[in-house]
């Protein structure tokens, strides 16, 4: 066993022992084998340990390592903690991976030692069966919009640049998180293959969440707003502009949804649905 692994999975679970046997078989097959992968178990109440535990026994690079709930950037924080890797490739319990992606991935950031994080294009599986498709990054797009899925791949360097994950934030904290590691600059990688599976849920997702729970969703981002004023104030310095721009689109958009066209076009597409 090699000491000190490329890269590090970190993989919180919480409640999450059903669907952690087909996340970690797709770790386990990865064609590139330097690597470690920590389990992080945040208070679940099912069988996570158990589960865990069995993969630790299967391959000695799985690490379990057991916490009481504190919510995602808590595991994940506590399980980079342990982490020997200078990479970190935070990974969701219920995600898949395509099988090359650490090989892949590797080539790239071996090639480049200034890429900061990396990525990949992201297939949804589950309820939902479509490639998920992110904006092209650029810092003043990432400050409106999350250019990058929470696993994309860091630096180690990176992660204890930014002090790690924000653990007041319940939701979000891997959009703020690409914000404090990038706001000076900072190289990122995106490969052009679809490599990570992303799973979405019928319930207890975080749109669910946003639609039940009254001002969760504009708390999220007051909160990101109010943590980096500075960096919005300098890259959006007339809020009164960006105001009325948005007015002037919401206009043109409830006009033309006012058409005859338009409303033809919705009904005919309801009923082809």
């Known amino acids: 066993m090699i000491n000190k692994p490329f890269i590090s999975f970190i993989v919180p679970c919480y409640n999450q022992a059903e669907f952690l046997n087909e996340s970690l078989t797709t770790v386990l097959q990865q064609t ?9 178990n945040d208070g679940s109440t099912d069988d996570t340990k158990q589960v865990a535990l069995q993969w630790t026994q299967k391959d000695i690079r799985f690490k379990y390592l057991e916490k009481e709930n504190g919510g995602l950037s808590s595991a994940r924080n506590a399980g980079i903690k342990v982490s020997k890797s200078n990479y970190i490739f935070p990974f969701d319990a219920d995600d898949k991976l395509e099988v090359t992606y650490l090989e892949k991935a590797v080539e790239v950031l071996k090639s480049d030692s200034e890429i900061e994080v990396l990525s990949c294009r992201v297939q949804l599986f589950g309820v939902k069966n479509s490639e998920f498709v992110l904006p092209d990054y650029s810092f ?8 990058f899925i929470a696993c994309s791949i860091i630096k180690k360097e990176t992660y204890n640049r930014v002090g790690g994950y924000d653990e007041n934030l319940t939701s979000f904290e891997d959009w703020e998180f690409w914000i404090s590691a990038l706001k000076d600059g900072g190289k990122t990688h995106r490969i052009n293959e679809i490599l990570y599976y992303y799973r979405k849920h019928e319930e207890h997702s975080l749109s669910n969440k946003f639609s039940k729970v009254e001002g969760y969703y504009n ?11 500075n960096l919005y104030k300098s890259h959006f310095p007339n809020f009164i502009f960006v105001y009325q721009d948005y007015m002037y689109l919401k206009a043109f958009n409830d006009k033309v949804r006012n058409t005859y066209i338009f409303k033809c076009y919705a009904k005919l597409k309801k009923i082809m649905s």
């Open 219 to 229: 708390s999220l981002y007051d909160y990101i707003y109010e943590k980096h004023f």
């Open 32 to 40: 590139y084998n330097d690597w470690e992968c920590i389990i992080v």
């Open 140 to 147: 003043k797009t990432l400050l409106l919009r999350n250019c």
